[in-house]
Each structure stands twice: as structure tokens, then as C-alpha cells.
């Protein structure tokens, strides 16, 4: 659909005493357009899988956004707060609907929420914060594991199954295999798991555990997070995948801009695949009683040395 007939749909419900309209039927998302309780134009994106918290996907001085239950699904809405941005919120609404046009829902709302994030940051004008060296660590592993698995898998593959950037339970989420991805200092002996759902699935993942800590910038194999960014954009293959790149390294709060990121060095000393299946030693939902909503605990590296297994 281009952006005159979307135009022409969403000024037309307007005028019509119906509340919302779908905008397409044939999108893997369930994608609205209408007035909500108060008469703001809303874009409203029905039965997502999962509710999200305001620190995940926060409003602005423009744009409310909502996620709740309705009918036992969950919704997600964008609503216009400022008539005056009337111009920019129909532009963000076209371009919101247009990133759902991806082969599953869950894609969809990935891309979906990528796209918001990179709006975000513009309607907000505001850079985030410099981020931690853990966070540089993290993300940098979980960089190098896409590549990896662009390798194996294909950088198209790799950067849609990379949700680490949506806070969702795992870090990749392949149709056949999911895969969490820990990053520790060389002493350690332990890595700490976030959450009962991080290693808990119906079908089996990995665990891929890389060992880095800093590294002074005359060390050998040294390189910064950019480096790291720098050579997941090379992986990636056309204009569409970079700027799904791009997005997702935006919500992880990245900016090339940020020298931190250019000086501090580090260095890999290994990588380890661990099998998480049936019998890996982890908390799962069903074992844990429903009175615990939340908990973090930690795992012994040497007491799952019998599930280690070479690279996928």
C-alpha cells in the first residue's frame, strides 16, 4: 500500500462513525487505525503475544503509547497527543505499518518495534547514556555471536532472530533453536541468569558463554565495541538488513558518535556452546512455584563442563 491510499483510508474512518478499521488484512499483524476513547488518531496493533512495560517502549511529549489486555490479547497502541504533529505522527503510522510486513507476527513486531525505537530517539532528540563496560561486553558478545550465526545461518536470518535489543527472554529466537548469550570475565567461574524464562523453552537452545575482559590498545586481537559493530555491518548483504541493523543497535543504546566506545579495548579468550536440553541444570517455570514471579540465580561453568558441544 502506498503512503496516498494509506492517507485516504485513515482520513475516510475519520469521517465514518465505525471506531477503527484494519489497515490489511493480509499482514501477519492485526494493524488499526482509528480514534480511541479520547479522539486522538491512534494506530493500534492487536493480538502481539505479549504486554510490554513504559520503560520498554516509553511515550513521548507527541505520542502516547499503551500496551494492554483486550479480549484476552494483547495490544499495543500509538496515539497522537499534539494536533500540531498531525504531518509527522500520519508519517510514523505509514511507517510503523509498513515495517509489519514480515513472514510471522513475531517478526513483524520486532521490526515493528525497531522502527519505533529509531523514531523514538528522533521525536526525543536526546542521545541515551554512555553504557557500562559490562553493557559494552554484552553487547559486543552478542555482535560477534550474530556474525557467527551470520555465517552459519545468513546475515538475514541472524538479524531478525537477534532480539536481545527488545529485552525479550532470549538473545536469538531461530524458527528451529534459540540461543543465550553470556558474556564473563576470564576468571570467572559462574554466570548469572536474569530470569526463570532465560533458559526455559519447549525445545532446545544453547547457551554460548564468551569469556572477555579489557585489554590494553597495544594487546594483541585488542578491539573496541565499534570494531565489533563495524564488522557486523560489513556482514551485513543489502540496505534492508543494515538498517535492521541499525535500529537494533539504536535500542541497545549504541551511538557511533560515543568515543568510549572507540577507546576502551578488549579481548576474547574463548567462546563455549552449551547444550540446554531437558536435562541442563536450570530453573523452569513449571518446576518453580507460581508464588515466585521473579528471580536471578547463578550457574557453575566447571558443573555443565558434560553439556559443552562444538559450535552449531
Request: hydrophobic share 40%.
Amino acid at each position: 500500500m502506498d503512503f496516498k491510499t494509506f492517507m485516504a483510508r485513515i482520513t475516510a474512518v475519520e469521517k465514518s462513525p465505525q471506531k477503527y478499521f484494519i489497515v490489511d488484512p493480509d499482514l501477519p499483524l492485526s494493524v488499526f487505525f482509528g480514534l480511541d476513547n479520547l479522539s486522538r488518531p491512534t494506530l493500534l496493533i492487536e493480538d502481539i503475544g505479549k504486554t510490554f512495560s513504559v520503560s520498554d517502549i516509553p511515550s513521548t511529549a507527541q505520542i502516547h503509547v499503551r500496551s494492554f489486555m483486550s479480549n484476552s490479547k494483547a495490544c499495543l497502541s500509538f496515539s497522537l497527543l499534539s494536533p500540531e504533529h498531525r504531518d509527522v505522527f500520519n508519517t510514523l503510522c505509514y511507517d510503523l505499518f509498513e515495517a509489519t510486513r514480515k513472514e510471522t507476527r513475531d517478526l513483524a513486531l520486532m521490526n515493528l518495534l525497531s522502527r519505533f525505537s529509531a523514531w523514538l530517539a528522533l521525536l526525543k532528540g536526546t542521545r541515551p547514556g554512555v553504557m557500562s563496560l559490562q553493557e559494552q561486553q554484552g553487547l559486543a558478545a552478542e555482535l560477534m555471536a550474530l556474525v557467527y550465526f551470520a555465517e552459519k545461518k545468513g546475515f538475514g536470518a541472524a538479524i531478525d532472530a537477534w532480539v536481545g535489543p527488545f529485552m525479550l527472554d532470549k538473545d536469538f529466537e531461530f524458527f528451529d533453536h534459540w540461543a543465550e548469550i553470556k558474556s564473563c570475565k576470564v576468571s570467572s567461574t559462574t554466570i548469572s541468569i536474569s530470569s526463570i524464562e532465560q533458559l526455559d523453552a519447549a525445545m532446545d537452545g544453547s547457551l554460548i558463554v564468551y569469556k572477555i575482559d579489557q585489554a590494553p590498545e597495544n594487546k594483541e586481537d585488542a578491539y573496541s565495541l565499534k570494531d565489533v559493530v563495524d564488522k557486523a555491518r560489513e556482514t551485513a548483504t543489502n540496505v534492508a538488513e543494515r538498517t535492521l541493523l541499525e535500529n537494533k543497535l539504536l535500542l541497545s543504546k549504541y551511538v557511533d558518535t560515543e568515543t568510549e566506545y572507540q577507546k576502551k579495548k578488549f579481548k576474547t579468550y574463548s567462546r563455549d556452546f552449551y547444550r540446554v536440553d531437558s536435562q541442563f541444570p536450570c530453573l523452569r517455570r513449571e518446576g518453580v512455584n507460581p508464588a515466585i514471579t521473579a528471580c536471578q540465580y547463578s550457574i557453575s561453568l566447571p558443573a555443565i563442563e558434560a553439556f559443552k558441544e562444538d559450535g552449531q
